[in-house]
Nanobody, 115 residues
Framework: QVQLVESGGGLVQPGGPLRHSCAAS????????MNWYRQAPGKERELVAS???????NYVYSVKGRFTISRDNAKNTAYLQMNSLKPEDTAVYYC?????????WGQGTQVTVSS
């Protein structure tokens, strides 16, 4: 069983930065594609960014150029660096680790962008 522990959420002013971390237990982290999702109140959960075990990244259009996903396999940790934050980025952010047949979710962290 793998556990994902997230950290780094909080309150930030518009235009500010924030960095999420997602630390995984176990020894198979380097097999996972790591993903960040978010869910705003009243909206469906959406995929924000992903990074494969080979390092390829993908982003939803609304965060391209502002968010950067990365991973450190030596630390079993994935990161989501969020810059130029906007009020519409306010949501609960979740990390997800996938590698068939495994599929694990973090507990979620709240990000609020407000002045």
């Amino acid at each position: 069983q793998v556990q994902l522990v997230e950290s780094g959420g909080g309150l930030v002013q518009p235009g500010g930065p924030l960095r999420h971390s997602c630390a995984a237990s176990g020894s198979i982290f380097n097999r996972f594609t790591m993903n960040w999702y978010r869910q705003a109140p009243g909206k469906e959960r959406e995929l924000v960014a992903s990074v494969t075990n080979g390092g390829s990244t993908n982003y939803v259009y609304s965060v391209k150029g502002r968010f950067t996903i990365s991973r450190d396999n030596a630390k079993n940790t994935a990161y989501l660096q969020m810059n130029s934050l906007k009020p519409e980025d306010t949501a609960v952010y979740y990390c997800r680790a996938r590698a068939w047949p495994y599929d694990y979710w973090g507990q979620g962290t709240q990000v609020t962008v407000s002045s």
